[in-house]
């Protein structure tokens, strides 16, 4: 078990560019979860995968915003046109019951000059 | 709306002494999780609380949870420096697929 792991850890862009995050979950979990967390806030949930599905994605995740996990294992975050509003942590989870709780990635932080 | 509110949001602490955080939310959820975050760095799960009346202790901290009156709170004991992060409470979404709600957090600082 070596974790939830994240790729990048850092991220510079210049608006309008599109970025890219990985996510490799702990390899039996099959439920992964992208949050978000601006400065001093809770993270914000943005989208869910059960295996490789998509099953909930939350309002904050505008049309610029697309996520993957296409074999079921690692899952991509994509931010298309990218605006300096975008700038945050980007948090992986991944989960193998809610009753086990969620074990957190070291999180992706992108800067968006 | 599955709303969260955790007070204090700033705690400044002597080492030796006791406090408690505390975790509001606003409907019903029967899972509760306690994170640290230190700062730049990602999340650290400390407790699951599932059920009315569930309490778990790690070494200082001990956690609780009353699901009727939707409340949990965090209990500290003699803090120590090592303490100091800040401290997230987090409520399932039961609507949804179990997507968590979070609180604002509260900063720890444990001084000498």
């Known amino acids: 078990d070596t974790g939830v792991s994240q790729n990048p850890r850092h991220k510079i862009t210049k608006r309008g560019q599109n970025v890219t995050f990985r996510c490799d979950p702990i390899?039996?979990?099959?439920?992964l979860y992208w949050y978000r967390q601006t400065l001093g806030q809770g993270p914000e949930f943005l989208t869910y995968f059960q295996n490789e599905a998509q099953l909930e994605k939350s309002r904050l995740l505008s049309d610029r915003f697309s996520a993957e996990r296409p074999k079921g294992s690692f899952s991509t975050l994509e931010i298309q046109r990218t605006e300096q509003g975008d700038s945050a942590m980007y948090l992986c989870?991944?989960?193998?019951?809610?009753?086990?709780?969620?074990?957190f990635g070291s999180g992706t932080r992108l800067t968006v000059v | 709306e599955l709303k969260v509110e955790q007070n204090p949001l700033f705690l400044s602490m002597q080492e030796g002494k006791n406090y408690t955080i505390y975790c509001n939310y606003s409907t019903t959820s029967d899972r509760l999780y306690w994170y640290r975050q230190d700062p730049g760095k990602s999340l650290e799960s400390l407790f699951v609380?599932?059920?009315?009346?569930a309490v778990k202790q790690e070494g200082r901290l001990m956690a609780s949870l009353d699901t009727k009156a939707r409340l949990s709170t965090l209990h500290i004991t003699a803090a120590v420096h090592d303490l100091s992060a800040t401290y997230f409470c987090a409520v399932d979404n039961s609507r949804s697929q179990g997507n968590l709600i979070f609180g604002k957090g509260t900063k720890l600082s444990v001084k000498p």
């Open positions: 609380l599932l059920s009315n009346g």
């Open positions: 390899s039996e979990h099959n439920r």
């Open positions: 989870a991944s989960s193998r019951d809610r009753n086990y709780g969620y074990t």
